[in-house]
């Protein structure tokens, strides 16, 4: 787990952009992996993920797990860089306006409690 600074994480006036934006955050790098003696070497990201809302509504539920999700449709976009020190390895993804998702929503979840509609 890594902690978000207050700086970290931001949102537009109308709370309809999220931006997250991290800098040197400990990650490993296991090429081998998932083989069971892969070793392992330090390395660090930097990312901003950007959330932007749209109106299409969206709701999960499952009332066995005691699970809701209400929220909206939203795009997605990443931008990151790897840094492997050890091997002098930069890897930079494509820049925030070429990258795109498949799937991704905001809102609010309740979980431990189920609230009927």
Do not use: H
Not at 45 to 60: C, G, H, I, Q, S
Request: charged share 20%; with cysteine.
């Amino acid at each position: 787990m890594t902690p978000v600074p207050e700086s970290g994480l931001t949102f537009t006036p109308d709370g309809k952009q999220a931006t997250l934006a991290l800098t040197n955050v400990p990650i490993i790098d296991q090429p081998r992996w998932p083989a069971i003696d892969a070793e392992t070497t330090p390395a660090f990201m930097d990312f901003r993920l950007v959330l932007t809302a749209t109106d299409a509504p969206v709701k999960y539920e499952d009332p066995v797990r005691q699970y809701r999700f209400i929220g909206v449709q939203a795009s997605a976009q990443l931008e990151a860089t790897i840094r492997v020190p050890s091997l002098d390895f930069t890897f930079k993804t494509d820049p925030l306006a070429a990258s795109t998702c498949d799937f991704a929503v905001m809102g609010d979840e309740v979980n431990g409690r189920y609230y009927g509609a």
